[in-house]
């Protein structure tokens, strides 16, 4: 202690008195890293599912691949509910097989089905002919649908 004339009485009274208090290191710390993991993850998931036109692609491609094998059950699971409600498992190959022959994939481009957000996935026939398939991501990318002519 320091000696000498104080201001009062009863001596020089400790600065800090209360009782001590956190700082807030580990609060900022865990909600810093809970903002990093949340970018990180809407960064990261495009790249592992791949981005809407290529979900779109393949599933087409999957969607044709069934029907080349007359496997309906497959081809009617990719299917969108609205069309599940329209066509048979056992008519879905008369109803999607435009051209002749097996389809291939030859682009998709965004587009709009029932105001929400779709792809249009054209497939080159082995005809030549050409036909537009609608996808739209619900639980997944699913057909909904196709147009002849492309």
Known sequence: ???GPFLYDEGPEPLHTGSPRRSGKYLVLIFGATVLFAVLAVVILPLVKGSAGDQSRQAVQVFLAA?????????????CDKERAAVKPEDVAARYVVGGGRGQVVEETDA???GAPAEHVRVRWADGSLSRFTVVNSNGPHVC???RGG
């Open 112 to 114: 709009q089905a029932d």
């Open 145 to 147: 649908g196709v147009t």
């Open 1 to 3: 202690m320091t000696t």
């Open 67 to 79: 029907l080349s094998k007359n496997d309906t059950e497959t081809a009617y699971d990719l299917l």
